[in-house]
Nanobody, 125 residues
Framework: QLQVVESGGGLVQPGGSMRLSCATS????????MAWFRQAPGKEREGVSCINSRARTVYVDSVKGRFTISRDNAKGTMYLQMNSLRPEDTAVYYCAANVGCIENPIFWVKPDISWGQGTQVTVSS
């Protein structure tokens, strides 16, 4: 069973930085595409960034140039480095394993996707 656990959320001021981590277990992360999603209050969950097994990355327009996704297969951990954070980045951030990492985030969610429990990121002064 693919298991993922997020960590690293919290409160940060606008313009600040934060790094999220996603620890995996129960599978060999190197063989799977991974992704970060987020859900803001009153909004649907949306894809943020994904990284495939060859480390090819995709970002949605709203985070391009500010967020960086990466993976350390030896540690079984994925990261999301978030810089220049804005209040509109406030959301619960979810890690997901076994995604379809292609340009259109609509197709990232596969039937057998595995989700983490989420970590809250709040950008506020």
């Amino acid at each position: 069973q693919l298991q993922v656990v997020e960590s690293g959320g919290g409160l940060v001021q606008p313009g600040g930085s934060m790094r999220l981590s996603c620890a995996t277990s129960g599978f060999t992360m190197a063989n799977y595409a991974m992704a970060w999603f987020r859900q803001a209050p009153g909004k649907e969950r949306e894809g943020v960034s994904c990284i495939n097994s060859r480390a090819r990355t995709v970002y949605v327009d709203s985070v391009k140039g500010r967020f960086t996704i990466s993976r350390d297969n030896a540690k079984g951990t994925m990261y999301l480095q978030m810089n220049s954070l804005r209040p509109e980045d406030t959301a619960v951030y979810y890690c997901a394993a076994n995604v379809g990492c292609i340009e259109n985030p609509i197709f990232w969610v596969k039937p057998d996707i595995s989700w983490g429990q989420g970590t809250q990121v709040t950008v506020s002064s």
